[in-house]
Structure formats: structure tokens, C-alpha cells
């Protein structure tokens, strides 16, 4: 049985989570947002994958970039997301092999 302070804390969490995503949604239903903000927006994918891709390359070193190099010509060869995500991860664990 979950203790009653734990399910208070998720469900708080829980709560402000979603307040959090409505509001956003409420206010840029009622207010538009500024043509810079609409562009920054659209670009933001980008920096955010980067965010998320750095540390990992600069954690496996040398490994991480022949896989992330691999991932890429997948990628650009095939079109395919899930053969590029196979190309590296057999990248990766063959170099692991190796090395």
C-alpha cells in the first residue's frame, strides 16, 4: 500500500504539471503570441535535441561520435528513423566490442 504522503506529493506534483501545460495552452489561446516568439518556437527543436545529444557524445568519446556519425548516414541514406537508431546502436556495441 502507498503511504498516503507519497500519493499526496505525486499527486501535487501531478497537479501542477498539468496547471502548468493548460496554462500555457490557455494563454496563447486567448493571447497571440509575438511573431518572434512564433519563430523561436520553430526552431526550438533543434537546440533541445542538441541539449539532450551533447552529454552523451562527450561521456562515450570517440565511441559516441563514429555512432552518432553512423546514426546520420542512416539517417541520410535510408530516411528511415528506425534504421538510423539500429545503425547506431549496433555502431555502439560493435565499437564496445572492439574497444
Same mark, same amino acid.
Given at each position: 500500500?502507498?503511504?498516503?504522503?507519497?500519493?499526496?506529493?505525486?499527486?501535487?506534483?501531478?497537479?501542477?504539471?498539468?496547471?502548468?501545460?493548460?496554462?500555457?495552452?490557455?494563454?496563447?489561446?486567448?493571447?497571440?503570441?509575438?511573431?518572434?516568439?512564433?519563430?523561436?518556437? +520553430?526552431?526550438?527543436? #533543434?537546440? %533541445?535535441?542538441? @541539449?539532450?545529444? !551533447?552529454?552523451? =557524445? *562527450?561521456?562515450? &568519446?570517440?565511441?559516441?561520435?563514429?555512432?552518432?556519425?553512423?546514426?546520420?548516414?542512416? +539517417?541520410?541514406?535510408? #530516411?528511415? %528513423?528506425?534504421? @538510423?537508431?539500429? !545503425?547506431?546502436? =549496433? *555502431?555502439?556495441? &560493435?565499437?564496445?566490442?572492439?574497444?
Amino acid at each position: 500500500m502507498i503511504r498516503p504522503d507519497v500519493l499526496a506529493a505525486i499527486l501535487a506534483m501531478a497537479i501542477v504539471t498539468y496547471a502548468c501545460r493548460a496554462g500555457g495552452y490557455a494563454i496563447l489561446r486567448a493571447v497571440r503570441a509575438p511573431r518572434f516568439v512564433e519563430r523561436m518556437l +520553430q526552431h526550438l527543436p #533543434g537546440p %533541445l535535441f542538441c @541539449a539532450y545529444v !551533447a552529454p552523451s =557524445l *562527450a561521456q562515450w &568519446g570517440a565511441f559516441g561520435w563514429i555512432a552518432a556519425i553512423a546514426v546520420m548516414a542512416a +539517417q541520410y541514406a535510408t #530516411g528511415n %528513423l528506425a534504421a @538510423a537508431i539500429l !545503425a547506431g546502436a =549496433l *555502431a555502439m556495441a &560493435g565499437l564496445q566490442m572492439l574497444g
